[in-house]
T-cell receptor, first 114, second 110 residues
Framework: DVKVTQSSRYLVKRTGEKVFLECVQD?????MFWYRQDPGLGLRLIYF???????EKGDIPEGYSVSREKKERFSLILESASTNQTSMYLC???FGTGAKNIQYFGAGTRLSVL | QKEVEQNSGPLSVPEGAIASLNCTYS??????FFWYRQYSGKSPELIMF????GDKEDGRFTAQLNKASQYVSLLIRDSQPSDSATYLC??????????FGTGTRLQVML
């Protein structure tokens, strides 16, 4: 079974803090993704990576950065957390493109920024 | 215009009935289509995926593609209360990204 593990289920941070969300997958997948999910807005792609040290902006990258130093690990960084970044964050990984691009999700991290 | 559109629902069906969920997409180059189920407070899990060349049946679930009209449907036969969840449609072409709809909430009534 594919396993995508997110380091925290719940996080509470203060405005202005630097926040790290970690994601690890154990299936040697090439692609990794970070989404946020908000009521009524669905899943929105923040950043994705198709290889180590490679990253591409998704639909809403502002206020976020990412790091992929190893194939199995993809980190999302909030440089200076703000209240509008309170959300559910979901990490996903997939093997390839097109028909092979079945994405497997982690359990999610619910982040509250106070 | 949203690239993948779904009716947010809720879609209410009685237990044992057929639930029909639909999704329209705007990119004619889309080649693969995915249905995910998401229970409240949980992450999405894949139910089915189909390619542009045909429909697929898996147990109580059937995914159908209408390329001419650019929509994908998911039929759930003999709906059970445990099917109550939000169903997300996603499409992709040749890239590694998926484009998700906002989901349809299904309620199966006892």
């Amino acid at each position: 079974d594919v396993k995508v593990t997110q380091s925290s289920r719940y996080l509470v941070k203060r405005t202005g803090e630097k926040v790290f969300l970690e994601c690890v997958q154990d299936m040697d997948h090439e692609n990794m993704f970070w989404y946020r999910q908000d009521p009524g807005l669905g899943l929105r792609l923040i950043y994705f990576s198709y290889d180590v040290k490679m990253k591409e902006k998704g639909d809403i990258p502002e206020g976020y950065s990412v790091s992929r130093e190893k194939k199995e690990r993809f980190s999302l960084i909030l440089e200076s957390a703000s209240t509008n970044q309170t959300s559910m964050y979901l990490c996903a990984s997939s093997f390839g493109t097109g028909a092979k691009n079945i994405q497997y999700f982690g359990a999610g991290t619910r982040l509250s920024v106070l | 215009q949203k690239e993948v559109e779904q009716n947010s629902g809720p879609l209410s069906v009685p237990e044992g009935a057929i639930a029909s969920l639909n999704c329209t997409y705007s990119d004619r180059g889309s080649q693969s289509f995915f249905w995910y189920r998401q229970y409240s407070g949980k992450s999405p899990e894949l139910i089915m995926f189909i390619y542009s060349n045909g429909d697929k049946e898996d147990g109580r679930f059937t995914a159908q593609l209408n390329k001419a009209s650019q929509y994908v449907s998911l039929l759930i036969r003999d709906s059970q209360p445990s099917d109550s969840a939000t169903y997300l449609c996603a499409v992709t072409g040749t890239a590694s990204k998926l484009t998700f709809g906002t989901g349809t909430r299904l309620q199966v009534m006892l």
